[in-house]
T-cell receptor, first 112, second 112 residues
Framework: AAGVIQSPRHLIKEKRETATLKCYPI?????VYWYQQGPGQDPQFLIS???????DKGSIPDRFSAQQFSDYHSELNMSSLELGDSALYFC???????????FGEGSRLTVL | KQEVTQIPAALSVPEGENLVLNCSFT??????LQWFRQDPGKGLTSLLL?????REQTSGRLNASLDKSSGRSTLYIAASQPGDSATYLC???????????FGQGTELSVKP
């Protein structure tokens, strides 16, 4: 079965640069969640979308923005990157009646 | 504040042992609870989901229980194998389609 696809898998940026991460949810699923997992930390919720509208917002810095497109893929845009933004970024899609959450393999961002 | 705690933070057992991982949550009004496995630097793999009305779920050698009133869940792994070595995370959702709040995980090492 098709899963959640994220790209790029790895990204290296310099401080103050901009990065864009992409997420392609399970086909025909209209909800996307973004999480950030710092080294040795648990995943922290950033933002979510349902039917292309923002549905919830967590601890997402003002330097970050995200959107969901008509094909339901989502992009997380990060500007003025800081060293502390180095982390694994996951997106996830709920599936089934009980909303079990399925995660992508993540995008590892390294800020130098 | 809604928090999730996992004990122990790390666990090392010899192959073949049965083991229990613990998860507690401060706000018992959960919608569901999900257990995940994460290998180093990898994505999160969903293991089991328990709805708030359920007491337990089983999948192969894994059994997850939920005691909502006391704010606790356990993940029981039978006949552990070296391939079970990973970090196990529990996460709770407080409404349908809601974000997950994660514990910090238990790092399990199963020695041959």
């Amino acid at each position: 079965a098709a899963g959640v696809i994220q790209s790029p898998r790895h990204l290296i940026k310099e401080k103050r640069e901009t990065a864009t991460l992409k997420c392609y949810p399970i086909p025909r699923h209209d909800t996307v969640y973004w999480y950030q997992q710092g080294p040795g930390q648990d995943p922290q919720f950033l933002i979510s979308f349902y039917e292309k509208m923002q549905s919830d917002k967590g601890s997402i810095p003002d330097r970050f923005s995200a959107q969901q497109f008509s094909d339901y893929h989502s992009e997380l845009n990060m500007s003025s990157l800081e060293l502390g933004d180095s982390a694994l970024y996951f997106c996830a899609t709920p599936s089934g009646e009980v909303g079990e959450l399925f995660f992508g393999e993540g995008s590892r961002l390294t800020v130098l | 504040k809604q928090e999730v705690t996992q004990i122990p933070a790390a666990l090392s057992v010899p192959e073949g042992e049965n083991l229990v991982l613990n998860c507690s949550f401060t706000d018992s009004a959960i919608y569901n609870l999900q257990w995940f496995r994460q290998d180093p630097g990898k994505g999160l793999t969903s293991l089991l989901l328990i709805q708030s009305s359920q007491r337990e779920q089983t999948s192969g050698r894994l059994n997850a229980s939920l005691d909502k009133s006391s704010g606790r869940s356990t993940l029981y792994i039978a006949a552990s194998q070296p391939g079970d070595s990973a970090t196990y995370l529990c996460a709770v959702a407080y409404n349908q389609g809601g974000k997950l709040i994660f514990g910090q995980g238990t790092e399990l090492s199963v020695k041959p």
